[in-house]
């Protein structure tokens, strides 16, 4: 799960994650009592460093030839059944090590996957390995696709033929049951971990994947399957998206004129930064004239901690023109030396050359206020904008309890430069009063997470926005 807080190393600052490479000059001749001597420093330097990680491990109770390790690898190396090098087993070791530390530090590789041809929906699951659709990207191969058949659970001879006059699609809430990536057989993914059915997913090489969902009603249970067949495109990522006012029902009350729209936040990127921005002009400028705003955080599980502050300048409450503290970071800096950092409002954010600027919406619309959707897929930046929202504009949430994820991470690049490795080193806190009133960093959420009200507490599926059971539970608090 992406972090609130990707703290860069100096190491990495001076190793980036990609590095475009530079046309070489053409070498000049060198003299040999320079390369002599430089061949000289290179040993010399190699040599203090060995000596130097020979003192650090004996310092720290770690034997230098680590004889454990190596006699595994010669069990493995003669008795495994496929050829494993020294490298690779360094690396499998590397992982087991940290990622067995807690569920946030670990390694990951330093070379992003390419993108490729999407289907156009992204999934949540549950601890029961239960897959449900959490978004659909509109204007695509998912949000195009019609359920070409329904079949009956329990008895797949009863099968009723669909058309696109039947109108059926694929919704948020939808459970994926199979899969045929060949196009004819079907296979069972329910049960199947997340991380296994999106590699799945991910690498399948079929352009035309089937697609198999149940559907369910108020908790209910269709009794049929309903099948689609998905032909993967190339689509436009974005990471936030808004709906009018029309498209979700968001008239509140005409007669005092309450009217609300919809942003739909996915991740905190420097790309969903642009997004984001672009959504808020969209709400601006709605024909409808919106002056609520239902802010969906559901499955968004964080990001860049400048990002969340930049966006929660439009939302987070201020009739200065001030930056708001929004969280503050107590983390390791180094040998259990800790140190308190404080995270604000941003009013600008520099993104492909230019500036966005950001001001809070209500110094420009009468009335404004926000409503926040938010399930346990919710974590880290989505959570500290929670927190922000509660104490700032005493904002409801409506859903069920978020992740819990109330620490951070810093970043250093490995030998090698395959692998970055990400280490938990802080916790993070949200705002709260004391007994007399005065802001105090005290909360944190981690493991906790933020639960709404009984009232507001929906675990219902969610479905298509104009008739989402959470927004229509937004739209009543936002009425009053």
């Known amino acids: 799960m992406d972090d609130i807080f990707q703290e860069v190393s100096e190491e990495q600052n001076k190793q980036p994650l990609m590095m475009p490479k530079q046309e070489q000059p053409e070498p000049k001749p060198k003299k040999v009592g320079k390369t002599i ?23 720290m109770g770690i034997s230098g030839d680590m004889p454990m390790l190596i006699q595994a690898y010669k069990l493995l190396d003669k008795y495994y059944y496929k050829d494993i090098t020294w490298s690779e087993f360094q690396e499998i070791a590397t992982q087991a090590v940290t990622g067995s530390v807690d569920r946030f530090t670990g390694i990951v590789e330093a070379t992003p996957q390419e993108s490729g041809p999407s289907l156009g929906f992204t999934l949540s699951s549950d601890i029961y390995n239960r897959h449900s659709v959490s978004f659909v990207v509109p204007d695509s191969p998912a949000a195009k696709a019609f359920a070409y058949q329904k079949v009956r659970r329990g008895n797949e001879s009863d099968k009723v033929e669909l058309t696109e006059s039947d109108n059926v699609k694929m919704e948020i809430g939808d459970r994926v049951y199979a899969l045929a990536l060949d196009g004819e057989t079907w296979t069972r993914v329910e049960n199947m971990t997340s991380a296994n059915l999106r590699a799945l997913l991910s690498t399948s090489e079929s352009l035309v994947i089937g697609v198999r969902t149940i559907k369910t009603d108020g908790g209910l249970e269709d009794a049929y399957y309903y099948d689609y067949l998905i032909v993967k495109e190339m689509i436009q990522s974005k990471y936030a998206y808004y709906y009018s006012c029309d498209t979700i029902g968001g008239v509140i009350d005409e007669a005092t004129g309450k009217k609300a729209g919809l942003i739909k936040l996915v991740e905190f990127s420097e790309s969903a930064c642009l997004d984001f921005y672009n959504c808020v002009q969209e709400f601006r400028q709605d024909a409808a004239h919106p002056n609520k705003l239902i802010l969906d955080l559901r499955d968004n599980g964080g990001g860049d901690a400048d990002i969340l502050g930049f966006i929660a300048k439009f939302l987070v409450k201020n009739e200065g023109s001030g930056e708001l503290p929004l969280l503050m970071l107590n983390s390791n800096t180094g040998n259990g030396k800790f140190e308190e950092t404080y995270y604000s409002t941003l009013s600008d954010y520099g993104y492909d050359g230019e500036y966005l600027n950001a001001v809070y919406l209500g110094k420009s619309i009468e009335d404004f206020e926000v409503v926040v959707l938010c399930n346990d897929g919710s974590a880290s930046s989505s959570e500290a904008l929670i927190g922000a929202l509660q104490y700032y504009n005493n904002a409801t949430i409506v859903g069920n309890t978020t992740y819990g994820k109330g620490v951070a991470q810093k970043v250093f690049p490995l030998s090698g ?11 993070y806190y949200v705002p ?43 739209l009543a608090v936002l009425k009053g």
Not at 436 to 460: D, R, S
């Open 37 to 59: 001597l430089f061949t000289v420093l290179v040993i010399m330097l190699a040599v203090a460093m060995f000596v130097s990680g020979v003192f650090y491990a004996s310092s």
């Open 432 to 474: 709260t009063n004391d007994d007399k009133g005065n802001l105090q960093w005290t909360k944190c959420i981690h493991g906790v997470g933020f639960t709404p009200e009984e009232a507001n507490y929906l675990t219902l599926p969610a479905d298509e926005y104009n008739k989402d059971p959470y927004v229509k539970r937004a």
């Open 417 to 427: 430069g395959k692998y970055y490795l990400y280490i938990t080193n802080g916790y």
